[in-house]
């Protein structure tokens, strides 16, 4: 089971990673701006990755140049424009309402896949993919103590939320043109890609001025140990496991079982004791049905 839909069950695996340290990220947002956490998670993930490239004896493997161009293009888009735009939404919406946008990226993602890659899928998978989508955007749209919150950074922040979703988009049909058609190892172009999001990111930060907020961060070993962690579950481990999903299967399938987040939040909800309302396990129950047809149908 898990060689037939490796690429599914690592979408899923990634997404319960980054439902997990979205708390993380909605804490460290408060304190930290967006691009200086985007560039700092890069920079502990860069890390992580060549201590694991080093210690599997592959830093220097035979790469196709065409597929590092295009991994670099994903990590500038996805990671650095993506990710960057995410946070500032996250900041100016909260997480319900910009979640509800990221929702746009696999419907997006498919049709790019489509139009470009020539990647056509079942129509059980697009049924999959639209039942997945309603059920999360159903979830996710509820209103709460939070949905009047924002209003004042509304349009600033639905411009981001809807860039961070184009890009991620962008970025997820670039990955998996160059991981489907070339044996690079998702690993390295989880090196890739996160590079050049960091990159990218860099000389913004130094524009900016915000360096005393590095300070900030090196000065306080809470937040230090809350980055790590953060980048370790969700940069280092949640991108690999979103290497090999759009390394094994299709872009829209992988995008939607990647925006799955919210659901895992709901048992961490429970666990932590609050309530969880009917409206919320009926979409729940919807995106399950999704989930379930996007691996009948890729079977």
């Known amino acids: 089971m898990f060689a037939d839909f490796q690429g599914e069950i690592a979408a899923l695996s990634g997404?319960?990673?980054?439902?997990?340290?979205?708390?993380?990220?909605?804490?460290?947002?408060?304190?930290?701006?967006?691009?200086?956490?985007?560039?700092?998670?890069?920079a502990i993930a860069i890390?992580?990755?060549?201590?694991?490239?080093?210690?599997?004896?592959?830093?220097?493997?035979?790469?196709?140049?065409?597929?590092?161009?295009?991994l670099l293009l994903s990590g500038a888009l996805g990671i650095g424009i993506g990710d960057t735009a995410f946070f500032a939404a996250l900041n100016a919406l909260g997480s319900r309402k910009t979640l509800l946008l990221e929702t746009l990226a696999p419907p997006l993602a498919a049709s790019m896949a489509l139009i470009g890659l020539q990647e056509w899928l079942s129509w059980g998978a697009w049924c999959g993919i639209i039942l997945t989508v309603s059920g999360i955007a159903w979830v996710i749209s509820e209103r709460t103590a939070e949905s009047g919150a924002g209003?004042?950074?509304?349009?600033?922040?639905?411009?981001?939320?809807?860039?961070a979703a184009l890009s991620q988009a962008g970025g997820a049909v670039l990955s998996r043109a160059a991981l489907a058609y070339t044996n690079i190892n998702p690993l390295w172009s989880s090196l890739m890609r996160?590079?050049?999001?960091?990159?990218?990111?860099?000389?913004?930060?130094?524009a900016r001025r915000e360096n005393p907020y590095m300070l900030k961060i090196l000065q306080s070993k809470h937040l230090c140990s809350l980055i790590v962690l953060a980048a370790f579950?969700?940069?280092?481990?949640?991108?690999?496991?979103?290497?090999i999903a759009f390394k094994f299967s299709a872009a829209g399938i992988a995008q939607t079982l990647?925006?799955?987040?919210?659901?895992?939040v709901l048992?961490?909800?429970?666990?932590?004791?609050?309530?969880?309302?009917?409206?919320?396990?009926?979409?729940?129950?919807?995106?399950?049905?999704?989930i379930a047809l996007l691996f009948v149908g890729n079977s």
């Not at 890390?47 to 295009?70: E, S």
Request: aromatic share 10%.
């Open 15 to 42: 997404s319960f990673l980054w439902a997990t340290t979205a708390v993380v990220y909605n804490r460290l947002g408060q304190e930290i701006p967006p691009l200086v956490l985007n560039l700092v998670k890069g």
């Open 47 to 70: 890390a992580l990755l060549l201590l694991t490239l080093i210690f599997q004896g592959d830093l220097f493997p035979t790469i196709d140049t065409r597929a590092v161009i295009l």
């Open 151 to 163: 209003t004042t950074n509304l349009m600033p922040g639905v411009s981001f939320g809807v860039l």
């Open 194 to 206: 996160v590079l050049a999001g960091t990159i990218f990111i860099f000389p913004l930060v130094l």
């Open 233 to 243: 579950a969700s940069t280092y481990l949640g991108i690999w496991l979103q290497q």
């Open 258 to 264: 990647l925006s799955t987040s919210p659901l895992f």
């Open 267 to 290: 048992p961490i909800a429970i666990a932590m004791g609050e309530r969880v309302s009917l409206r919320a396990f009926i979409g729940a129950a919807i995106a399950l049905t999704g």
